[in-house]
């Protein structure tokens, strides 16, 4: 049976969350890992679809993005000088 595919999320977090998501995910991943060694293959199912779950959350927020600012090579030097030039007030 197939998935319905996640909606978008409505607001974008926070690089906390983010961070925290990505922290859930290496204690799956280890977690996985460790029942799999046990021998508790039934085990790993649980931990894999909330892997997966959490995988295309963080990739639908990351399409979701606009794509960065590129400087091409030529103009790293004048916009490296530009920022020293004018450097950002202190608050």
């Given at each position: 049976?197939a ?7 409505t607001?974008v977090p ?5 961070q925290?998501e990505l922290?859930d995910?290496?204690?799956?991943i280890?977690a996985?890992?460790e ?16 892997l ?5 959350r963080l990739?639908s927020?990351?399409?979701a993005?606009?794509?960065p600012t ?11 000088s530009?920022q020293?030039a004018s450097p950002v007030?202190q608050?």
């Open positions: 049976m998935q319905a595919p996640q909606a978008l999320p607001e926070s690089r906390e969350q983010i925290q922290e995910n290496e204690k799956l280890k996985i890992l029942n799999m060694n046990a021998g508790k293959l039934q085990a790993c199912a649980g931990y894999q679809k909330k997966q779950q959490n995988l295309m990739a927020i990351a399409d993005q606009p794509p590129v400087v091409e090579p030529s103009n790293v030097a004048a916009v490296v530009q020293q007030p608050q």
